[in-house]
C-alpha cells in the first residue's frame, strides 16, 4: 500500500474503523482538506444533525446518521468508495470503502467519544462532515459543493474599497500573533519586494529571517547581527553579507569558542576573502591545529606566514600549508617537506614535485597509498619508462588513472584509444590532445541517460569560432554538449546543433546559446520546461515564439495549451478559461498571469493542487479577506510575500514584528 509506505499514522486509525483502503496515494480533483474542514469546524454551514454526547450508543448514533446523511447526499459512490480526511500531516484524502464491521465514529478522531472526521463524494460535489462539541456532536452535510466554491469565489471577486480596507483591518484586531506566525510573516515580507528596504533590517536582526539575510543589509544591520548572541545568527550574517575586513576581524577576535573560530576561519577560506594582516597573524598562531590548517588556505594570507605554517609542530597543518605555499618555496623548504616526517604531508609535497620532475618508476613504486598512486597517475609528470610500462602492463585501475593524465605522450595515449576496459577508452575519448578524426575511432560507451559534466577544455574554446566549428562535428556527444553550452555561436554552428540527434544537445543550446532559433526552441518546449539551473528556458529564451501561439489554445497537450496565454492577442477571457483547465499545469499558469481575475484568483486558492494554490495566493488580485484569512495562518509565509499588499499594511505587519520581539 502506497498510503502505508507514506507513513502517515493515522491509517492505523481507517483499519481500526474498518475501512478498506482503495486506492493509493494521490491528489484528488477536489476540494482541498483544510477548505472542506471550514464547512464543519467553521461553522459555514448549520449543523444537519445533532447527537448528544452523554448517550450510552454516541458512536453507534453518530454512524447511523452519517450513513443515512451520507447516503442521502451521494457520499458513497457506485462502487461503494468514497473520500475521507484521515487527518495526517500531508492532510490528503483517502479513498475508502466501508469494511465489514466498520465504525468511523468510535475510531476517527483524536480521543474517544470526540469523533472528527471529513467524507466527500469522489466527485467533490457532496460532503458530510462530524466534529464533536462540549454537549454534542455535530453532523454537517453540504451539497452543492462545487457551486458553492464558484459562489464565494464570485462574491469574493466583488470585493469594494471599503470591504478591502475593513478585511485589513481584521488583521490587526483581536489576540496578537504566536511567535510562529510571526517568524513566518517575517519570512515572507523578506521575499515580498514591496516591502521598503528600511524595514528589512528588522526582520534578519529581530527574528533572524534566513531570507533576509540573503539581501544586502547597511552596515549598522550586520553589526548588529554579527553582535547576536546567538551563534546561528552570526554565522548566517557571515555566510550571506559581505562583510568589512573590520567586520571580520571583529567576530573572529570576539569568538572564544574553539569550533567557531574554525568555522569562520573555514568560510573566510572557501569565499576568498582577503582578511586584514593583524587578523591572518591571529589566526596563523591560533592554538587550534585545525583553525591554523585553515587559516593556511586564506587568500591573502603574507607569505611570511604561508612559510612559517609548513613547519608548525602539527602535520595537518604543514600538509595544508605545503599545497598553498609550494609556489613560494625554496628548494631546501621543498627538500624538507618532501622528507617530512609526517606521510600526509610528503605525500603531497611529492605530487606536488612531480608536476615539474619527471616521476621515475622507482618512486612510484614505492607509494604504498592507493589514492596517492592514482592522484599522481591522473596529474603528475612521468618518466617515459614509466608511462609506457603501465600503459602496456598497469592494472585497469592505473590505466584509467593514465587516461586522465593530460601530460601524456600522444602516442600512449592512442594504445589507451584500444585498450580493453571500455572506461579507459570512454576517459580517452573525452581527452582535447585528440584530433576528431582520432576522436571518431576510439571505440568509446556514451550513455545518453547519465548526467556529465561539461568538458572544461571545451568551454575554455567558446571564443575560438573556428574550434567551434570543428568540435560541433564531433563524433562524441559530450564534445558537442559542451559545445553548445556557448552563450554566443556562428550561424553555421547553430544550425548544426539544432539538428543533432542527441536532444541534449538541443536542450543545452535552448538553454545557454543567445543564438539558439525559435522552431529548435519550440520543439525543446514540448518535452522541457525548465531545470533548477535555466528555470526560464526555453520559454524564458528571447527568441522563443510569442506570436502564432493561440492555435494551441485547444492542443490535446496541456503543456502546448500553456502557451497560448504569451500570444500578445490572448485576451482575459482566455485567461478564465484557463483558469478551468482539466491540466493542473494548465491552471497553474493562469494562476500566475497578471490578467487573472479577482474571483479566479479566489477560486484557485482552492485548487486540488499545492503549487497552484501557492501562485493564487501570490497574485495581486487576490482579495483581502482572503489575503487575511492566509496571513491569520492559512498560509501566512505565502501570503506576506504577495506583491500586493498596501505599504501602510506591511509598515502595520513590521511593528507588530517589532513589538513581539521585544515581548
Keep these: 500500500m502506497g498510503i502505508m509506505a507514506g507513513g502517515c499514522e493515522h491509517i492505523q486509525q481507517l483499519e481500526r474503523a474498518g475501512l478498506e483502503i ?16 471550514r464547512y464543519v469546524v467553521e ?4 449543523p444537519t444533525v445533532k447527537v448528544r454526547s452523554e448517550r450510552s450508543d454516541l458512536a453507534d ?5 452519517w450513513y ?10 457506485a462502487d461503494g468508495v468514497f473520500l475521507v480526511d484521515v487527518g495526517c500531516s500531508s492532510r490528503r484524502w483517502v479513498r475508502v470503502r466501508l469494511g465489514a464491521a466498520w465504525d468511523l465514529a468510535g475510531a476517527l478522531g483524536e480521543r474517544p467519544g470526540r469523533p472528527e472526521f471529513l467524507t466527500l463524494s469522489p466527485d467533490g460535489d457532496a460532503l458530510v462532515g462530524a466534529t464533536s462539541g462540549e454537549r454534542d456532536v455535530r453532523l454537517v452535510a453540504v451539497d452543492r459543493v462545487k457551486a458553492r466554491q464558484e459562489e464565494a469565489a464570485q462574491a469574493a471577486g466583488r470585493e469594494t474599497a471599503q470591504e478591502r480596507a475593513a478585511a485589513w483591518e481584521t488583521l490587526f484586531s483581536g489576540p496578537g500573533p504566536a511567535k510562529a506566525l510571526l517568524e513566518s510573516w517575517a519570512d515572507g515580507l523578506s521575499l515580498n519586494p514591496a516591502t521598503p528596504a528600511e524595514l528589512r533590517p528588522l526582520l534578519a536582526s529581530a527574528y533572524g529571517s534566513s531570507y533576509a539575510i540573503y539581501g544586502r543589509l547597511p552596515t549598522e544591520s550586520v553589526d548588529a547581527l554579527l553582535d547576536d548572541p546567538e551563534w546561528k545568527t552570526r554565522l548566517r550574517a557571515v555566510e550571506h553579507q559581505k562583510l568589512t575586513p573590520g567586520q571580520w576581524a571583529r567576530v573572529i577576535a570576539g569568538e572564544e569558542s574553539e569550533r567557531h573560530r574554525w568555522i569562520l576561519t573555514m568560510v573566510a577560506a572557501d569565499h576568498r576573502v582577503e582578511l586584514t594582516e593583524d587578523t591572518c597573524r591571529r589566526l596563523a598562531a591560533d592554538p587550534s591545529a585545525r583553525v591554523r590548517s585553515e587559516a593556511a588556505r586564506l587568500t591573502a594570507l603574507p607569505v611570511d606566514l604561508a612559510l612559517t605554517l609548513t613547519a608548525d609542530p602539527d602535520g595537518s597543518v604543514r600538509a595544508t600549508a605545503c599545497q598553498t605555499a609550494w609556489p ?9 617537506l618532501l622528507a617530512d616526517p609526517h606521510g600526509v604531508v610528503r605525500a603531497r609535497a611529492r605530487l606536488l614535485h612531480h608536476q615539474e620532475h619527471p616521476m621515475p618508476r622507482p618512486v612510484f613504486e614505492a607509494v604504498e597509498v592507493s589514492e596517492v598512486r592514482t592522484k599522481a597517475l591522473e596529474t603528475c609528470l612521468l618518466e617515459r619508462e614509466l608511462a609506457e610500462h603501465l600503459v602496456r602492463h598497469g592494472e585497469y585501475q592505473e590505466r584509467r ?5 593530460p601530460r601524456l605522450d600522444l602516442d600512449l595515449v592512442l594504445l589507451l584509444a584500444e585498450d580493453p576496459d571500455a572506461y579507459v577508452r570512454s576517459a580517452v575519448a573525452q581527452r582535447a590532445d585528440l584530433t576528431e578524426e582520432q576522436r571518431a575511432a576510439v571505440d568509446f560507451e556514451f550513455d545518453p541517460k547519465v548526467h556529465y559534466w561539461d568538458l572544461d577544455w571545451v568551454v575554455a574554446l567558446h571564443e575560438d569560432e573556428d574550434a567551434m566549428r570543428r568540435l560541433a562535428a564531433s563524433a562524441h556527444p559530450l564534445v558537442r554538449r559542451s559545445v553548445a553550452r556557448a552563450r554566443r555561436l556562428p550561424p553555421d554552428v547553430v544550425e548544426r546543433l539544432a539538428r543533432d540527434e542527441d536532444r541534449v544537445v538541443q536542450l543545452f543550446l535552448a538553454e545557454s546559446c543567445d543564438d539558439a532559433p525559435a522552431d529548435m526552441l519550440l520543439s525543446v518546449w514540448k518535452w522541457w520546461d525548465g531545470s533548477l539551473t535555466a528555470p526560464d528556458r526555453p520559454r524564458g529564451h528571447p527568441n522563443f515564439p510569442r506570436h502564432g501561439l493561440l492555435r494551441y489554445a485547444d492542443d490535446p497537450s496541456p503543456r502546448m495549451r500553456r502557451l497560448a496565454l504569451d500570444d500578445p492577442e490572448s485576451t482575459p477571457e482566455l485567461v478564465e478559461r484557463l483558469s478551468r483547465d482539466p491540466s493542473k499545469e494548465v491552471r497553474y499558469r493562469a494562476a500566475t498571469d497578471p490578467r487573472l481575475s479577482a474571483a479566479a484568483a479566489a477560486r484557485l486558492l482552492q485548487d486540488p493542487h499545492e503549487d497552484v494554490r501557492h501562485a493564487a495566493a501570490l497574485h495581486p488580485q487576490l482579495p483581502a479577506r482572503l489575503l487575511v484569512w492566509l496571513l491569520r495562518g492559512g498560509g501566512p509565509e505565502t501570503a506576506a510575500r504577495n506583491p500586493a499588499l498596501p505599504e501602510e499594511v506591511i509598515r502595520r505587519m513590521a511593528g507588530t514584528l517589532a513589538a513581539g520581539a521585544d515581548g
Design 401 to 405: 588513472a593514465l587516461a586522465e593524465n
Design 328 to 336: 613560494r618555496l625554496d628548494a631546501c623548504a621543498r627538500e624538507l
Design 68 to 77: 443515512r446523511l451520507a447516503s442521502e447526499a451521494g457520499i458513497l459512490g
Design 61 to 65: 448514533e453518530v454512524n447511523a446518521q
Design 43 to 46: 461553522g459555514e454551514a448549520e
Design 22 to 37: 482503495a486506492a493509493d496515494q494521490q491528489i484528488e480533483e477536489v476540494l482541498p482538506v483544510p477548505f472542506a474542514r
